[in-house]
């Protein structure tokens, strides 16, 4: 009997051998033209799976061997962008960062599903001005004229797809962004309607007008992390949630902890009840947790039920640290607390504390900008020239993130901006999560090195 059992776990450890030794190793090269990192990361859905550094041509590649077919992202900081990859790819890209997207091109074998997914992406971006006037419109002839543009999309697969060799995974994730794309604006239409003709109520809906609900694969693993699919699934239960709430909660029930507090709470109950799929139901309890907690950004005893509550439903436990630490960051916020102790750059290299750049006499701003948003650096640039002139009691600092100190130091010297108002934070992770930067205009209000305000914007607060 030991004998048999040894002899089926040498054949099975054979039989593996065997099967790791046929698969094609897969290889996912590329050129980038003005690089902003000396590095390009892979992922597979939100794990790490390689990094290379590019070479003096500026040139990557990567070896990779027995990896999943599917969706994977490439992180170029500070942008990202899908690769799709299957067994025996030869895949080529180039890329300029100056119009990442737009210059994005693959070749080689595994290009056609990859290109043509750029393709739709730059197709839908374009589409996104004229698909705004539709809202305007009654719903029987906004229906009509989104099935028309999804119609052409379709079509535009169903003609690529016979000349171009896509596997059946591929097909699905092709039409895939093409369906959750049109869902999403359908999901969109009660809320912008409403804004767009400044009706008092929402637009009372045909009862076909959510059809595509039956369509709809809520537990869909390749799908989780491609981004309509996602979008739509949190535009989706926020929906539903709302509808519920408005026909079942009294106004006392939703005064508890305070209205958003309350319309969080039905979403976290919404997607346990629908999505059976791990990994989604753990993203949609992570996004749910941070939306609460982003937009109240207050410390109470309801917040921590709720985190709670969160932390009971999610079995993700780098979620759970993450949520962790953001309410510890918003704790660390609050007025009359010691800003947190972060480490930063200046232009000759030397490392510096934060509270080394408060300024003991005057009020200090904090603000934060990349080089990747070019247009908002220049916007915030002029924003802050006036805010200078209108407030010269107040000490101004840029705090520079997700940009190669090298690009930093040379975008100092372009602009001739000020070394001793000017740092470089290395560390986005750790600075994102202690000052909770959670929007491009984000800053942060100091005296000495006492909070004045951790969640102030640079255009409503002064």
């Known amino acids: 009997m030991v004998r048999l059992l040894l002899s089926f776990t040498l054949l099975s450890i054979l ?119 539709f809202y305007t419109l009654d719903p029987e002839v906004f229906i009509q004229k989104i099935d028309s543009l999804h119609a052409i999309q379709i079509n535009h697969l169903k003609d690529f797809e016979p000349e171009n060799s896509l596997s059946p995974k591929e097909y699905v994730m092709a039409k895939a962004s093409i369906d959750y794309n049109t869902y999403i604006i359908k999901e969109k239409y009660t809320y912008y309607h409403k804004k767009e003709t400044g009706e008092e109520a929402f637009h009372k809906l045909p009862k076909s007008f959510y059809a595509y609900w039956n369509d709809v694969d809520f537990n869909n693993r390749d799908l989780t ?48 009840s629908v999505v059976q799929q791990t990994e989604l139901r753990d993203i949609l309890f992570r996004n749910i947790a941070m939306d ?11 917040a921590i039920v709720f985190i709670d509550k969160f932390r009971n439903l999610s079995k ?35 490392e510096l504390s934060i509270k080394d750049v408060t300024n003991k006499k005057k009020n200090t701003v904090f603000y934060f900008w990349t080089a990747a948003q070019e247009r908002h650096f220049r916007k915030v640039s002029q924003q802050i020239a006036e805010l200078e002139k209108k407030y010269p009691d107040y000490n101004f600092v840029g705090i520079n993130l997700r940009t190669s100190y090298p690009q930093w130091q040379d975008l100092m010297k372009e602009y001739s901006l000020d070394k001793e108002k000017q740092y470089y934070g290395e560390n986005f992770k750790e600075i994102q999560m202690a000052m909770i930067i959670d929007g491009l205009n984000k800053c942060v209000i100091t005296k000495d090195s006492v909070v004045v305000d951790g969640f102030a914007n640079l255009y409503t607060s002064l």
Request: glycine share 4%; with cysteine.
């Open 292 to 302: 609460y907690l982003l937009k109240v950004h207050n410390p109470s005893d309801e």
């Open 316 to 350: 993700n436990e780098a979620h759970k640290e993450e949520i962790d630490l953001l309410y510890k960051g918003i704790k660390n916020l609050q007025p009359n607390t010691t800003i947190p102790n972060l480490s930063l750059r200046d232009m000759d290299n030397n």
């Open 15 to 133: 039989s593996c051998s065997e099967r790791t030794a046929e698969q094609t190793p897969v290889v996912f090269a590329g050129e980038i033209v003005n690089p902003t990192s000396d590095y390009v990361v892979l992922y597979h859905n939100d794990t790490y799976v390689d990094s290379v550094k590019l070479d003096k041509d500026n040139r990557f590649t990567f070896d990779l061997k027995g990896i999943e077919e599917g969706l994977y992202h490439f992180d170029h900081t500070p942008e990202l962008q899908y690769v799709y990859l299957k067994e025996g790819d030869s895949l080529l890209a180039r890329l300029n960062t100056v119009e990442f997207d737009e210059s994005l091109v693959y070749s080689g074998e595994g290009s056609d599903i990859n290109n043509f997914l750029i393709e739709l992406f730059l197709i839908q971006e374009k589409d996104e001005p004229i698909v705004q006037e």
């Open 225 to 272: 992390y491609l981004k309509p699919y996602f979008d739509f699934m949190k535009w989706h239960f926020g929906n539903i949630s709302y509808v519920y709430c408005m026909d079942n909660c009294s106004e006392e029930q939703k005064k508890v902890g305070g209205d958003r507090l309350h319309f969080n709470n039905h979403k976290l109950a919404m997607v346990d």
